[in-house]
């Protein structure tokens, strides 16, 4: 097994499925794909080493996880439902609305706690990512909580 067996070399968003994204949500996508290309544990359950080429994207109300290898060369796609997201992401957004409210005039408690409870549904959103990706694809707890960020911002408006 080569050093690059079970790692994401290229991860992007299906632009095509994508709504118009605000600079916010903009830097986040920017910087979910930088921090998971730096460091992530990605392989197919199949037994198809990577390195792999990922493209994110939403079909007919479904989570599609297009896997390639280098070359262009399908290896894989796995489609994931989205309703057991739906709730989480919704909760998350709302969470991050209060939180970028919050640091304009909150006092650094009432950040401090809204802060975790973003972190605490990020995280929630990342295990449903595993547990339900667990069949096709194995990854780390990091990689899932960058994948889960990619998830919201195909999910985010404006």
Request: glycine letters at 4%; a negative charge; proline letters at 3%.
């Amino acid at each position: 097994m080569g050093k690059d067996a079970r790692k994401l070399l290229k991860i992007s968003l299906d632009e095509e499925t994508v709504a118009v994204r605000s600079a916010e949500i903009e830097h986040e996508r920017q910087v979910a794909i930088f921090d998971l290309l730096q460091d992530n544990d990605f392989a197919l359950t199949n037994g198809v080493d990577g390195p792999y080429h990922v493209t994110l994207g939403i079909i007919d109300r479904r989570l599609r996880f297009d896997i390639r290898d280098p070359r262009d060369e399908k290896l894989a796609e796995v489609m994931l439902p989205l309703a057991p997201f739906r709730s989480v992401i919704r909760d998350y957004f709302t969470v991050c609305d209060a939180y970028y409210e919050a640091i304009k005039t909150a006092s650094r408690t009432r950040i401090e706690a809204i802060d975790m409870g973003r972190r605490s549904l990020h995280d929630e959103g990342a295990e449903i990512l595993r547990e339900r990706l667990a069949r096709d694809i194995e990854i780390d707890d990091n990689t899932s909580r960058r994948l889960f960020t990619l998830i919201c911002v195909l999910h985010a408006r404006g």
